[in-house]
């Protein structure tokens, strides 16, 4: 039993044989190399834990049942437990980093019971949320959404440019970031095939806007009914 009342310096190794109960704070000076080493020969930091087993990191807020916490770090993969410690909610490996999920499949796997749900969220008001896709440093496509104008898009972020828009109302743009009806196909002014719409890759079958109040196809029109 060793028994300190104020202060003590030891400028060399304590060794304490038997438990070792510390009744108040243990402060690690920042001069030299300060470190607490648990159970492993060498220290790598200011905490060093080594174990037979996945050296682990309890952590124990109350007596009480739930407050408990548990980090456990092996070679190959780090567990964080939740505070009841009956399951591990996230897990990293080399695989990935699985949330609600001890085999993480992908860079981000993300699994529950009933919906399960990946929130992004701006604390800026009447901003949108994007959702970005890139291959190496090139963007790709992006997904935005939000509350600014109360829609969703699909965007060309290569060549910036929005390809889909579906709006509070329901409607849904091709071509168009304002549609205004169901089914807005192409932008203002569009007079091109190519802004209008094909049918079994026949280039010819096609119908887009020829001018004002007219539309137009390069093949040829049969109707059943009444035109």
Do not use: C
């Amino acid at each position: 039993k060793l028994d300190v009342v104020g202060s003590a310096a030891i400028s060399s190794t304590l060794t304490v044989t038997g438990v070792t109960a510390l009744n108040g704070a243990v402060n690690l000076s920042l001069a030299g190399t300060p470190a607490v080493t648990l159970g492993a020969s060498t220290t790598y930091g200011v905490l060093t834990a080594s174990g037979t087993n996945a050296a682990s990191i309890y952590l124990n807020g109350a007596t009480r049942a739930g407050y408990e916490a548990k980090l456990q770090f092996g070679a190959a993969e780090h567990q964080w437990f939740n505070g009841s410690l009956s399951s591990q909610i996230m897990t990293l490996n080399t695989t990935g980093l699985g949330i609600g999920t001890t085999s993480p499949a992908a860079k981000l796997h993300l699994s529950g019971t009933g919906a399960t749900e990946l929130r992004i969220t701006s604390t800026t008001a009447n901003t949108n949320s994007l959702l970005s896709f890139y291959e190496s440093s090139l963007a790709s496509w992006g997904i935005d959404a939000g509350q600014a104008n109360g829609s969703f898009f699909i965007k060309d972020l290569f060549n910036a440019r929005t390809i889909l828009t579906l709006n509070s109302n329901g409607n849904l743009g091709i071509g168009t970031i304002s549609p205004t009806t169901l089914l807005s196909v192409g932008g203002a002014g569009s007079t091109l095939p190519a802004s209008g719409i094909t049918f079994g890759a026949d280039a010819s079958a096609n119908l887009y806007r020829e001018s004002s109040s007219s539309i137009r196809t390069d093949g040829a029109f049969l109707a059943a009914g009444r035109i």
